[in-house]
């Protein structure tokens, strides 16, 4: 992993990779994958300053849920505005600590977290057409897999957009979930996510992420 001189979780391909918890033993786990802005906390467009951080209610819950059954619970996060130059990693760092002292503060944790910041108009070197690791594409998710030794076909994601449940779908998940809070209070999103579904990939619909508790796998199964 290539170091960032203050948080060292930049890795060779120029993305976020806290790892939070190493792998369990006894081979691999599904795992629950988050987005972040509009799922985790309320979007606040570009979020950039601690002070702005405000957990979504339920979100806590679920994570802590998660946590009991020994699901590793991963945010993968799109954050565009590293790329087009709106703030930078230490600010970014900033949010994320203010995250998991909320979190903390309710008795959850994450077990990593990745972010991408390339975007297609994005600044050199973060201007890229179609990265990888930028939603809908898996790579972030296939990055934790690697990571934390998870079983993908049998993970499930929240997000609020169809790109994050596209995410999911292409990383070969089991299924996500898509909530109306953030973006999803779209309908294009809405509407968009529930057309990823196919006879081997289901896609939920919830209000908010509060709703994964209502036995969203791999919480129930676990």
């Given at each position: 992993?290539a170091?960032?001189?203050?948080?060292?979780?930049?890795?060779?391909?120029?993305?976020w990779a806290?790892?939070?918890?190493?792998p369990?033993?006894?081979?691999e786990?599904?795992?629950l994958?988050?987005?972040?802005?509009g799922?985790?906390?309320?979007?606040?467009?570009?979020?950039?300053?601690a002070?702005?951080?405000?957990?979504?209610?339920?979100?806590?819950?679920?994570?802590?849920?998660?946590n009991?059954a020994d699901?590793?619970v991963?945010?993968?996060?799109?954050?565009?505005?590293?790329?087009?130059?709106?703030?930078?990693?230490?600010q970014?760092?900033?949010?994320q600590?203010a995250i998991?002292?909320?979190?903390?503060?309710?008795?959850?944790?994450?077990?990593a977290v990745?972010?991408?910041?390339?975007?297609a108009?994005?600044?050199?070197?973060?201007r890229h057409g179609?990265?990888?690791?930028?939603?809908?594409?898996p790579?972030?998710?296939?990055k934790?897999?690697?990571?934390?030794?998870?079983?993908?076909?049998?993970s499930?994601?929240?997000?609020?957009?169809?790109?994050?449940?596209?995410?999911a779908?292409?990383?070969?998940c089991?299924?996500?979930m898509?909530?109306?809070?953030?973006?999803?209070?779209?309908?294009a999103?809405?509407?968009?996510?529930?057309?990823?579904?196919?006879g081997?990939?289901?896609?939920l619909?919830?209000e908010?992420?509060?709703d994964?508790l209502?036995?969203?796998?791999?919480?129930a199964?676990?």
């Amino acid at each position: 992993m290539a170091g960032y001189p203050e948080f060292g979780f930049i890795d060779s391909d120029g993305i976020w990779a806290e790892i939070v918890t190493p792998p369990a033993a006894g081979g691999e786990r599904p795992a629950l994958f988050l987005d972040r802005d509009g799922v985790v906390i309320e979007e606040a467009g570009y979020l950039h300053r601690a002070g702005g951080v405000s957990l979504i209610p339920g979100a806590a819950e679920v994570i802590a849920e998660a946590n009991r059954a020994d699901v590793p619970v991963v945010v993968v996060t799109n954050q565009a505005g590293i790329g087009l130059g709106y703030y930078d990693w230490p600010q970014f760092a900033e949010v994320q600590d203010a995250i998991k002292r909320q979190l903390d503060r309710a008795g959850a944790y994450l077990s990593a977290v990745f972010a991408c910041p390339f975007h297609a108009d994005g600044r050199p070197p973060y201007r890229h057409g179609d990265h990888p690791c930028r939603k809908p594409n898996p790579g972030m998710l296939v990055k934790a897999a690697r990571a934390l030794d998870i079983d993908l076909p049998r993970s499930w994601l929240v997000g609020d957009r169809a790109i994050d449940v596209g995410a999911a779908r292409n990383a070969g998940c089991e299924g996500a979930m898509h909530v109306r809070s953030g973006h999803g209070v779209h309908e294009a999103e809405r509407q968009g996510a529930l057309a990823l579904a196919s006879g081997d990939f289901q896609v939920l619909t919830g209000e908010t992420i509060r709703d994964a508790l209502r036995g969203l796998p791999p919480i129930a199964a676990a």
